[in-house]
T-cell receptor, first 114, second 111 residues
Framework: ETGVTQSPTHLIKTRGQQVTLRCSSQ?????VSWYQQALGQGPQFIFQ???????GRGNFPPRFSGLQFPNYSSELNVNALELDDSALYLC?????????????FGPGTRLTVL | RKEVEQDPGPFNVPEGATVAFNCTYS??????FFWYRQDCRKEPKLLMS?????NEDGRFTAQLNRASQYISLLIRDSKLSDSATYLC????????????WGLGTSLAVNP
């Protein structure tokens, strides 16, 4: 196990609703990255938080927002849900290193938007 | 052209076979390379990093070819438990160190 936890494991919402997903990083890791993985696709980078600040963002609209807390846990918020937001949402924790980050993933939250 | 490209497969091989996957990347300034393994409906797990000199971990060998901009993964003596999707990951210098993922190559090892 990686020590990264996510909640909830599954979630069903309807279009237009808002959702908050949570991630607890591995002990000692100060960086959390969030990914969206649609069925049959590779993970798509949403954004990364480093020491409570956003540290890079992928091609996702502003209705995808996040937070990182002093204990380095993180939240992903999605407003005005759309059907295409149905996916597995993964968070990964890491500590920046000279050779690039080794990221440790949580089990994911599977979101279904009806 | 996608930044990271993989043959999606599926690769169907018998137990004991040797199988190789390639992954090409478009940015010559790419800095770090990894192979992740993802089982069905599970999260990706790091399989191995890929170093310029190549590296081996048991039945798995990873190679990097900077001139041709590809990385490879070789699995020898395939086991049923190797059945999974193998994802190639690249980190570009100065790109906030975010990971750029391929779509994955699906492997099915058959008895």
């Amino acid at each position: 196990e990686t020590g990264v936890t996510q909640s909830p494991t599954h979630l069903i919402k309807t279009r237009g609703q808002q959702v908050t997903l949570r991630c607890s990083s591995q002990s000692g890791h100060n960086t959390v990255s969030w990914y969206q993985q649609a069925l049959g696709q590779g993970p798509q980078f949403i954004f990364q938080y480093y020491r409570e600040e956003e540290n890079g963002r992928g091609n996702f609209p502003p209705r995808f927002s996040g937070l990182q807390f002093p204990n380095y846990s993180s939240e992903l918020n999605v407003n005005a849900l759309e059907l295409d937001d149905s996916a597995l949402y993964l968070c990964a924790s890491s500590t920046p290193g000279a050779l690039g980050d080794t990221q440790y993933f949580g089990p994911g939250t599977r979101l279904t938007v009806l | 052209r996608k930044e990271v490209e993989q043959d999606p497969g599926p690769f169907n091989v018998p137990e004991g076979a040797t199988v190789a996957f390639n992954c090409t990347y478009s940015n010559s300034a790419s800095q770090s390379f990894f192979w992740y393994r993802q089982d069905c409906r599970k999260e990706p797990k790091l399989l191995m990093s890929v170093y310029s000199s190549g590296n081996e971990d048991g039945r798995f060998t990873a190679q990097l070819n900077r001139a041709s901009q590809y990385i490879s993964l070789l699995i020898r003596d395939s086991k049923l438990s190797d059945s999974a999707t193998y994802l190639c990951v690249v980190i570009n210098a100065g790109n906030n160190r975010k990971l750029i993922w391929g779509l994955g190559t699906s492997l099915a090892v058959n008895p």
